[in-house]
């Protein structure tokens, strides 16, 4: 069963300590997540704060069509495109400007253990938005390519393709910094 669903009704029959479980669980794949949307990890803890605030206050339904982490993913992608319309007028800075904070050196240290996989994330950050999305979701965060396509609202079939198109425009701008990742 998914511990996060069971956790999710556990939290609607009024167990509040269920809802400092999800946040546990998955409140640092959330923020690197809709990361790939604002380019700002500060914004991005923000959002996903937000995520969990919609969770607590609106109770929103978890129909099962899905797994948990899927459901909670869309939550966080339409909340982050609400964030970025609302702010569109505000110019953000550039995310090199945040590598240096102990939070975001912290969640990376958390998911990204050695230095391939940092150089890898930072080469991300240089790609399009869908194609860092679809990288992260499917290689970082373990989804296939059907939950990957719900999160992204597209089909199964744009999702391949993003996901080749992707993959070569990461190799490409890896080898342009001298780096060669095996996984590719």
Known sequence: ????????????????????????????????????????????????????????????????????KTWLYSIGRFTAIDYIRKNKKFTSSSVDEFY??????????????????????KTMQKLKTDYRQVLYLIYFEGFDTSQTAKIMHKTNRQITYLLYRAKQSLK??????????EEL
Do not use: W
């Open 100 to 121: 240096s904070l102990a939070d975001n050196e912290e969640i990376e240290n958390n998911y990204i253990k050695n230095e391939q996989k940092i150089m890898l994330h």
């Open 172 to 181: 490409s701008e890896l080898e342009r910094d001298g780096f060669t990742y």
């Open 1 to 68: 069963m998914d511990n996060g669903a069971s956790s999710y009704r556990r939290f609607l029959k009024g167990d509040k300590n269920a809802l400092a479980d999800i946040i546990r669980e998955y409140r640092d794949g959330l923020v690197l997540y809709v990361g790939s949307f604002t380019d700002n990890i500060c914004t991005a803890e923000e959002i996903a704060e937000e995520v969990f605030i919609k969770l607590y206050v609106n109770k929103p339904k978890f129909s099962g069509k899905s797994s948990f």
